[in-house]
């Protein structure tokens, strides 16, 4: 909570402060409740969520200010985030009816530079942290360094990595090894890395979807979490869209919230896929990937 914090003062208070010092005015007129709606949009909210906050703050607060701003204020964006979404990893593995211990399943999908690869690796990390046997699939054939990377971070946390040599191989068939080996091995969990291309849409969902497809042959993919960078805005939610037809997201991955003042996209980017964002990336650091927790996010913002 307290890295939380940190990492997000230096960007996010910057809309909390702006919203604060807005709403204690003495007269919260038109113009006022406009400039609160810009805001918020700025900050990447999305302009349906924005309008709602707005009224609702118009409601509680009026034109001279009843009740407390701050505590309203906190209300309102907690609501925004909605704090009732189940944020929960499905990374446990179940026992099949042959008292077979299969692998939790998670496809990590996303644009390239988005951060997938560091947070396959971070994820591992705080896996292993939890005593969990966890294997990796380099399925991201189509960036050559992309395997390099990953192995990498297996060597680092100390997993194996399950790759291909050959360049341009099927990612489908790196992933279906991936899962069988993590069931031979009797791991845990298996995180797959996949390959963003989004030059080509059409290419990219017949990929992603086939991946999905070869691997539930092994059984149930568990979570397929959408990986997207914060500092991207609208750019990332059109992004969302797309993979979101390719395959059906379980939960969102936002990274490099250290690096942006716009963490409204958290709330832009659940109402757009209706899915919770589950994780947040705030370094580039291998312990810079945390649970979202909405409770700690908006007193980070409001600090
Ligand atoms: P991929 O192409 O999606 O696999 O992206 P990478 O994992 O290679 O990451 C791209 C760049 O983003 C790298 O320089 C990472 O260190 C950086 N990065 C990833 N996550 C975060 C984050 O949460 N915060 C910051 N500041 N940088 C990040």
């Given at each position: 909570l307290a890295r939380l914090r940190a990492r997000l003062a230096r960007s996010n208070t910057a809309l909390g402060r702006g919203l604060l010092q807005l709403l204690s005015r003495d007269t919260v007129d038109e113009a006022t409740w406009e400039e609160i709606e810009e805001t918020l949009i700025a900050a990447d909210l999305g302009t349906g969520p924005s309008l709602e906050i707005v009224e609702r703050l118009r409601t509680r607060i009026g034109v001279d200010g009843g009740g407390d701003p701050r505590a309203v204020l906190r209300d309102e964006l907690l609501r925004a985030v909605d704090p009732?979404?189940?944020?929960?990893?499905?990374v446990a593995p179940t026992a099949t009816e042959a008292g077979v211990h299969r692998p939790a399943v998670v496809l990590v999908v996303g644009?390239?530079?988005?951060?997938k690869t560091t947070t396959v690796g971070k994820l591992a990390r705080v896996l292993v942290a939890e005593d969990k046997d966890v294997v990796l699939g380099a399925a991201d054939t189509f960036r050559a360094a992309a395997a390099e990377q990953l192995s990498t971070w297996g060597e680092r946390v100390g997993v194996p990595t399950v790759r291909s040599d050959v360049e341009g191989a099927d990612p489908a068939s790196v992933a279906f090894d991936a899962v069988k080996a993590g069931a031979d091995l009797g791991a845990d969990v298996v995180l797959v890395d996949t390959a963003g291309r989004l030059q080509n849409k059409r290419d990219l969902m017949d990929e992603l979807g086939k991946v999905k497809r070869v691997v539930e042959r092994h059984g149930p993919v568990d979570e397929v979490l959408l990986v997207l960078d914060a500092t991207t805005g609208q750019n990332g939610l059109n992004q969302a869209r797309v993979f979101a037809e390719a395959v059906d997201i379980t939960g969102i991955v936002l990274t490099?919230?250290?690096?942006?003042?716009?963490?409204?996209i958290v709330v832009a980017v659940q109402r757009e896929?209706?899915?919770?964002?589950?994780l947040v990336g705030?370094?580039?650091?291998?312990?810079?990937l945390a649970p979202f927790e909405p409770d700690a996010f908006v007193d980070a913002i409001l600090e």
């Open positions: 009732t979404l189940d944020r929960s990893l499905a644009v390239n530079g988005v951060g490099k919230l250290d690096g942006t003042a716009k963490g409204g896929l209706g899915v919770p964002v589950k705030l370094g580039e650091g291998a312990d810079d």
